[in-house]
């Protein structure tokens, strides 16, 4: 079965630090895709990314980069230069298709890393 | 566009009552999905539809649970003779195919069994 693990429960850093939150995935599916949503104080998961199996690419928007790497089932959210803005509580989540219509058990998320950026 | 709204933003309830949360999709998302967010248990996936359908049942969570989506638009979340356990936020989320699709979530409900 497929599981997510976000071990870090609460990050704490200054403003301007750059902070990575760990995402490690298990699954046995070959095609699957990956999420990142955050959820600040108001409650409201926001989405940031999604990622398929096959595309390894790290990606970069802004201040915030993501690092795929299937050798270590591993999917690393990066914020670089931190704002106050961005605390919160940010979820990493996993889908599998191994229905032919694509999976039916919805996404299954981390516990979630809490975010704190201090200024 | 709009976004997934979902109502009563809040609910709370006595213990035994039955309680009806409402999820709208954003218009054109064929693919609905019901989450439930608590301290202990995180987010928990609990059912998903595709139009009006629903494959699979497993993960509501026992019997007092039900979901009904009409017109492959709006959707139910039905909760019997409601239980302390059972306050959590139940989050709503929609997606234009399936759920390999990005997933959409509303603002969620909170639900308060006293």
């Known amino acids: 079965a497929q599981k997510v693990t976000q071990a870090q429960t609460e990050i704490s850093v200054v403003e301007k630090e750059d902070v990575t939150l760990d995402c490690v995935y298990e699954?046995?599916?070959?095609?699957?895709?990956l999420f990142w949503y955050k959820q600040p104080p108001s409650g409201e998961l926001v989405f940031l990314i999604r990622r398929n199996s096959f595309d390894e690419q790290n990606e970069i928007s802004g201040r915030y980069s993501w690092n795929f790497q299937k050798s270590t089932s591993s999917f690393n959210f990066t914020i670089t230069a931190s704002q106050v803005v961005d605390s919160a509580v940010y979820f990493c989540?996993?889908?599998?298709?191994?229905?032919?219509?694509?999976?039916?058990?919805?996404?299954?998320f981390g516990k979630g890393t809490h975010l704190i950026i201090q200024p | 566009g709009a976004g997934v709204s979902q109502s009563p933003s809040n609910k709370v309830t006595e213990k035994g009552k039955d309680v009806e949360l409402r999820c709208d999709p954003i218009?054109?998302?064929?693919?609905l999905y019901w989450y439930r967010q608590s301290l202990g248990q995180g987010l928990e996936f609990l059912i998903y539809?595709?139009?009006?359908?629903?494959?699979?049942k497993s993960g509501l969570p026992s019997d007092r649970f039900s979901a009904e989506r009409t017109g492959g638009s709006v959707s139910t979340l039905t909760i019997q003779r409601t239980q302390q356990e059972d306050s959590a936020v139940y989050l709503c989320?929609?997606?234009?195919?399936?759920?390999?699709?990005?997933?959409?979530f509303g603002p969620g409900t909170r639900l308060t069994v006293l």
């Open positions: 989540a996993l889908s599998e298709e191994w229905y032919s219509g694509g999976g039916a058990d919805g996404l299954t």
């Open positions: 218009s054109g998302h064929t693919a």
């Open positions: 539809f595709q139009g009006n359908s629903a494959p699979d």
């Open positions: 699954t046995r599916d070959t095609t699957y895709y």
């Open positions: 989320a929609s997606s234009p195919g399936t759920s390999s699709d990005t997933q959409y």
